[in-house]
Structures are given as structure tokens and as C-alpha cells.
T-cell receptor, first 117, second 113 residues
Framework: LAKTTQPISMDSYEGQEVNITCSHNNIATNDYITWYQQFPSQGPRFIIQ???TKVTNEVASLFIPADRKSSTLSLPRVSLSDTAVYYC??????????????????FGKGTKLSVIP | NAGVTQTPKFQVLKTGQSMTLQCAQDMNHEYMSWYRQDPGMGLRLIHYSVGAGITDQGEVPNGYNVSRSTTEDFPLRLLSAAPSQTSVYFC????????????FGEGSRLTVL
């Protein structure tokens, strides 16, 4: 299973752009990269998913270099409500259970983002 | 749609007791899974299922049993509760392996005394 490494914590002021980088050196060819956000006492919530280059939605952008060994979640102009833990996941969403393989999405410890007024 | 529903939200057990955490989803998802979350440990996968009648172990399966008799339900059973199983448990489900996006329940906080 591909493992991920993220910074444990980050601080940012309101209105700034925040970039959180995740390392996944053992990423497999069919693996996608997915980011989740978790607020205290809630389950994680999907933010964005990508395979290569750049993906953008209304919440964030995801940058993936050509070697795909890392990825960067970019949050534009953060506010206090963006204070949360952010998780980077690597997994193959198209794999099918065959008895010989497995389908697991493994969370790391996440990055705790604190937005300061 | 209710999404993913977990019950109970809170539970206190004594060491050695057994109980079942319930998880139900109404989105017709094939994939369902259970995670536990401990302070400083992130989320760790306990068991998962890719369809009715199919289950497999995750990273930390010891002390837990699961079954998947229907698409909608994926209960997690603690056979003989131990203090080390004090944690917050999350159930999650996903579409049929197409996108990998997980939908999480609100969590069940379990304390074992």
C-alpha cells in the first residue's frame, strides 16, 4: 500500500493562500490522489481528487507533478472556517476484490491547519 | 437521502462486554468500511467490504468482527471490549469503485472502562 507523508501542522493568517504538500513515493500506476477535510467531532469530507497535472474545483486546487511522487493541495484565501485537519490519500479506486488483491484507502495522520485572524 | 447513518453516537462499556456498532447507507454503495480514530493517530482502517457477502481485514482488525448480509448495512462487532478499543469509530461508504470518494458517518464515540 502506498504510504503518504504530510506535515503534522501548519499555521496561516486569514486571507492567505495555503499549500499543503503530501509525499507518496510508492504511488502505483493506477492510484489516484484524494484529499479530505475533517472538522472536530465530524467525519472527514471529500475535497478533491486527481491523477495528474492540475485539478480545480470550487473549494481547492490539486497540483500533481509528472512523477506523481507528491501532490500539493492549495486553498485560496483561507478563512477561520478552514481550520481543520487535512488528509492525503492514495489508492486505486478501480481495483476490484479478487481474493488476491485488496481495495483499501489508507489515511495518514493528516495536517492540522490553524487559521489565525 | 440520509447518507451514512451510525448508531449509537455514544457508548460506554465495561471491559469484557460485547456490542455492535451499526452502520447503514441509503446510497446503494458497494464499498463500505470502518475506521477508528485515536488522538494523534489519524484514521486507521479496521475492516472493509466491497459488496454483500464479501469482507476483508484492514490495518487493525483484531478484536472486531464484521458481516455484510445486505448492501445497506455493515455492522461492526466488538467481541470482548478492552480499554484499548476506546476510540471514535467512523463508518464510510463509496460508489462502486468508480471515484474512490468516501462518504462518512458522524462517528460513534466508544469508551471502555
Amino acid at each position: 500500500l502506498a504510504k503518504t507523508t504530510q506535515p503534522i501542522s501548519m499555521d496561516s493568517y486569514e486571507g492567505q493562500e495555503v499549500n499543503i504538500t503530501c509525499s507518496h513515493n510508492n504511488i502505483a500506476t493506477n492510484d489516484y490522489i484524494t484529499w479530505y477535510q475533517q472538522f472536530p467531532s465530524q467525519g472527514p469530507r471529500f475535497i478533491i481528487q486527481g491523477y495528474k497535472t492540475k485539478v480545480t474545483n470550487e473549494v481547492a486546487s490539486l497540483f500533481i507533478p509528472a512523477d506523481r511522487k507528491s501532490s500539493t493541495l492549495s486553498l485560496p484565501r483561507v478563512s477561520l472556517s478552514d481550520t481543520a485537519v487535512y488528509y492525503c490519500l492514495v489508492g486505486d479506486p478501480s481495483s476490484k476484490y479478487s481474493g488476491a488483491g485488496s481495495y483499501q484507502l489508507t489515511f495518514g495522520k493528516g495536517t492540522k491547519l490553524s487559521v489565525i485572524p | 437521502n440520509a447518507g451514512v447513518t451510525q448508531t449509537p453516537k455514544f457508548q460506554v462499556l465495561k471491559t469484557g462486554q460485547s456490542m455492535t456498532l451499526q452502520c447503514a447507507q441509503d446510497m446503494n454503495h458497494e464499498y463500505m468500511s470502518w475506521y477508528r480514530q485515536d488522538p494523534g493517530m489519524g484514521l486507521r482502517l479496521i475492516h472493509y467490504s466491497v459488496g454483500a457477502g464479501i469482507t476483508d481485514q484492514g490495518e487493525v482488525p483484531n478484536g472486531y468482527n464484521v458481516s455484510r448480509s445486505t448492501t445497506e448495512d455493515f455492522p461492526l462487532r466488538l467481541l470482548s471490549a478492552a480499554p484499548s478499543q476506546t476510540s471514535v469509530y467512523f463508518c464510510a461508504s463509496s460508489y462502486a469503485l468508480a471515484t474512490g470518494e468516501l462518504f462518512f458517518g458522524e462517528g460513534s464515540r466508544l469508551t471502555v472502562l
